[in-house]
């Protein structure tokens, strides 16, 4: 039980260009899913807050027209990478809390050219 | 100051040692407390979740927290080469919000 699921697993895309992200939770529901980004040989750095029918709210240095979040159902959570440069290539995790303990996916390995 | 710190190792051990683990933090609203296994290009995986000072096993893993000295740790009793991996300490406040160490590379040679 508790799995998350991520969708794609692995994308390249043109700098420019914008990527969406899935993030759904696959046998529960999930109120509440947190958006990680995890660069080569560092630790995981906590992005943003995604509450279902409500806004994201972001921690302090990312930005937020930059890193669209979506939270649209209890299920499915969205992160939109636009216009994307390569800087932003990164591996991008999230999770999803349920009975208190956050579930992580597999993440999504971005690379922008 | 980092919120956590955890030393990044490397590590290695024979198989069957005992791996040991740990992390310190400095923000005293951190209540709940997690360890995580992370393969190579992988989510992480929740291997042990405590919310008070003392200790906690489960199998082959210890989990203790020491509020007091804001330090936790974790032990890997019977290692195996399976367990080889990077190993990340991470921790909240009511929030859920989880701060993260860097993370500790291990390796157990066969």
């Known amino acids: 039980g508790a799995v998350v699921s991520q969708h794609p697993s692995w994308v390249i895309c043109k700098s420019g260009t914008s990527v969406k992200i899935e993030c759904r939770s696959l046998d529960f529901q999930a109120t509440t899913m947190f958006w990680y980004r995890q660069f080569p040989k560092q630790s995981l750095m906590l992005m943003a807050t995604s509450n279902e029918g409500s806004k994201a709210t972001y921690e302090q240095g990312v930005e937020k027209d930059k890193f669209l979040i979506n939270h649209a159902s209890l299920t499915l959570s969205t992160l939109t990478v636009t216009s994307a440069h390569p800087e932003d290539s990164s591996f991008y995790i999230c999770?999803?809390?349920?009975?208190?303990?956050?579930?992580f996916g597999p993440g999504t390995r971005l690379t922008v050219t | 100051q980092k919120e956590v710190e955890q030393d990044p190792g490397p590590l290695s051990v024979p198989e069957g040692a005992i791996v040991s683990l740990n992390c310190t933090y400095s923000?005293?609203?951190?209540?709940?407390f997690m360890w995580y296994r992370q393969y190579s290009r992988k989510g992480p995986e929740l291997l042990m979740y405590t919310y008070s000072s003392g200790n906690k096993e489960d199998g082959r893993f210890t989990a203790q927290v020491d509020k007091s000295s804001k330090y936790i740790s974790l032990f890997i009793r019977d290692s195996q080469p399976s367990d080889s991996a990077t190993y990340l300490c991470?921790?909240?406040?009511?929030?859920?919000?989880?701060?993260f160490g860097a993370g500790t590379t291990v390796t157990v040679r066969a």
């Open positions: 991470a921790m909240s406040g009511n929030d859920y919000k989880l701060s």
């Open positions: 923000n005293s609203a951190f209540q709940y």
């Open positions: 999770s999803a809390l349920y009975m208190g303990e956050q579930y």
